[in-house]
C-alpha cells in the first residue's frame, strides 16, 4: 500500500508541475500565423487558444503583453536529431518543432515517442533518407537500406511507411554515388500513393529543375552551382506546386569549413544564394526556414535565428521571414494544430519584448515561452 500511495504521490506531482493553466495575453501585439493584429488579447484553456480578440471576460490569469509581441513558437524545417538533448536545445530557444531529414530510424522512434513531454520540441522524420549505395547519407556510421533502380522504390517507401514516419526525403547529390532521376520519381510516386510529402536534398540546378518537375513537394537545400535559368523558373512556377528550405546558413558556413574560401569569397557565395532566395519569393514560391543542423556545428536552436536574419537581409518582407519559421511548415507539412495562434490550435507561443517587424534581430528577445500552454523551462 506505501508503495502504490508512493507512486500516485510523484504522478500527482509531476501532472500538478505540468498542469495546463486558463490564462490571457492582454493588449499585445499579435502575429497569428498570418497577419498582424494590434492590441489584442489571447485566451488559453487547457493548452489551446480558445479565443483571440480585444474583450475577454472571465476569471482568468492576466498577462500584460503590452508594448509586445506575441508570435507561434518556430519550426525548423530541415535538422538531424540523433540525441534526445538536441530536442531541448531546440525548445529552449522556441523551436518547438523539428523536421528531420534523415538518421538513424529506431533512435527517432523513440524521440517521436517525446512529442507530449515538457521542455522538449516535438519531433517529425523522414527516417532513412533514399539514397544509393554508397550515396550521401551512407557515411555516418549506420546502415541505411538504399536503392538501386526505379523498382526498388516501391518496398523501400513501404518499409518507411511501417517505420511510421512522417515524410519522405529523397537524396540526389553527385557528388558521390547517386540514384538516378527515373528512381526518384519512382519514389516520389510511391510517397504521393502513401500520402506522404516528398523531399529532395539537391545541389545542382538541374536536378532541382528535373526532381520538381517530376512532382518532388519540396526542396531542402538551394543549388549552389547556376542561377535556375529563367524558362526553368517560370515552367516551375507555372506546372509545379513546391517550396524551398534553402539552408542559406549552411551552405554559407560550409565554404571556409569545407571548401577552403576566405572572407570575401564567402560573403560572395552569399550574396549569390540570396539573390537566387529573393528570385524564388519574388516568382510566389514559399520559402521555409531550416538550417541543417548539426552540421557546421549549427544548433537546434538558436541558429534558426540567424536563418530568418538572411532571409531579411535577402529582402523578404518581415511577415513573411516570420510565416517561413511558423505556418508555412506546419501547412506544407501536415504537422497538426500548430505555426497560428488562432482559435483551436495548440498555445505554441513566444511573448518578445521587441517586435522583429522592426527588426528581425529582434527575434532573440522572447521573454516567455509556452508549449501547448505550459510554460518551458530556459
Known sequence: MKVYSILFLMCFTFLGAHAQASFVIKDVTLFDGETVIEKTSVLVENGVVTKVGKRIKGDYTIIDGKNKFLMPALTNAHVHAFIATQLQEAAKAGVLNLLDMHGYEPVQQYMTAMRDQPNTARLYRA??????????????????????????????????????????????????????????????????????????????????????????????????????????????????????????????????????????????????????????????????????????????????????????????????????????????FDIGKTGFVKEGYIADLLLLSKSPLETMEHISSIEIIWKAGVVVEK
Open 127 to 332: 527516417g532513412y533518407a533514399a539514397t544509393a549505395p554508397g550515396g550521401h547519407g551512407t557515411q555516418y556510421g549506420f546502415d541505411v537500406p538504399t536503392l538501386e533502380k526505379p523498382e526498388d522504390a516501391k518496398q523501400w517507401v513501404a518499409d518507411r511507411v511501417a517505420a511510421g514516419v512522417d515524410h519522405i526525403k529523397i537524396i540526389v547529390e553527385p557528388w558521390k554515388e547517386t540514384i538516378s532521376q527515373e528512381t526518384a520519381k519512382a519514389v516520389i510516386e510511391e510517397a504521393h500513393a502513401n500520402d506522404k510529402v516528398a523531399v529532395v536534398h539537391i545541389s545542382k540546378e538541374e536536378d532541382a529543375y528535373q526532381v520538381v518537375s517530376n512532382g518532388a513537394d519540396g526542396l531542402v537545400h538551394i543549388w549552389t552551382d547556376i542561377e535556375m535559368p529563367q524558362e526553368h523558373l517560370d515552367d516551375l512556377v507555372k506546372n509545379q506546386d513546391f517550396f524551398v528550405i534553402p539552408t542559406v546558413l549552411t551552405n554559407v558556413l560550409v565554404q571556409p569549413l569545407f571548401f577552403g574560401k576566405n572572407e570575401e569569397e564567402t560573403a560572395e557565395v552569399e550574396a549569390k544564394i540570396l539573390k537566387e532566395v529573393k528570385r524564388l519569393y519574388d516568382a510566389g514560391i514559399p520559402i521555409l526556414a531550416g538550417t541543417d543542423p548539426p552540421n557546421a556545428n549549427i544548433n537546434m536552436g538558436s541558429d534558426l535565428y540567424k536563418e530568418l536574419l538572411l532571409f531579411s537581409k535577402a529582402g523578404i518582407p518581415a511577415v513573411d521571414v516570420l510565416k517561413s519559421a511558423t505556418s508555412l511548415p506546419a501547412t506544407k
